[in-house]
């Protein structure tokens, strides 16, 4: 991900168009692996001010994971776009919220995966209308209602039954 900016460095003020796309290699985010599938893309602009480059991109992924409803093994593609700030590496200080770039190169690999781990969902369904897992047998209630379900529902029938006799009798 990898952008020459020369032209851009000696036209402060122009802004330049750029486009990226690849394989992504695994990451890792909350201490579990990220693994990609298909190419990474990213278009944007990039624009000199004289002191740091302002980089506005539109960015997707695809990766692997798995429903949080039914646990099947699903693709989710992310698609996010973000606007950041590249300073040479010698004038980059701790605190400032820059990237660092040396010579006449951005590197927007950091950048890109620190956005994708912001636009990452918590949980991912294989569909909205998942029914999910069983929560007693396991059974994958996307195909099919198991027996658990019809057994609860007599006893709270059953349990119904008696309360109302119970309150004939009184
Ligand atoms: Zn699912
Ligand atoms: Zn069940």
């Known amino acids: 991900m990898i952008v020459s ?6 036209r402060v003020g122009e802004p330049f168009p750029f486009a990226w796309e690849g394989k992504l290699e695994q990451q890792t985010y909350a201490g579990d692996p990220v693994r990609f599938v298909g190419t990474g893309k990213l278009i944007g602009t990039y ?7 302002r980089v506005d991109a539109e960015a997707e992924a695809s990766y692997e994971t798995t429903c949080a ?17 590249f300073v040479r590496s010698v004038y980059k200080t701790p605190d400032d919220e820059l990237y660092p770039y040396e010579g006449e190169k951005l590197d927007l690999q950091e950048a890109f995966f620190d956005n994708l781990f912001l636009e990452m969902p918590m949980t991912t369904v294989c569909s909205e209308t998942c029914k999910g897992l ?3 047998c396991g ?6 209602q198991c027996d658990c379900q019809k057994s609860k529902i007599d006893a709270r029938f059953s349990a119904l039954e008696s309360l109302l006799n119970d309150h004939k009798e009184v």
């Open 5 to 10: 900016v020369n032209e851009a460095l000696r």
């Open 47 to 53: 624009v000199y001010d004289g002191k740091t480059f």
């Open 69 to 85: 409803r039914c646990n099947k093994p699903m693709v989710q593609k992310l698609s996010f776009s973000f606007t950041e700030h």
């Open 134 to 136: 069983c929560p007693i």
């Open 139 to 144: 059974a994958d209630l996307n195909r099919g």
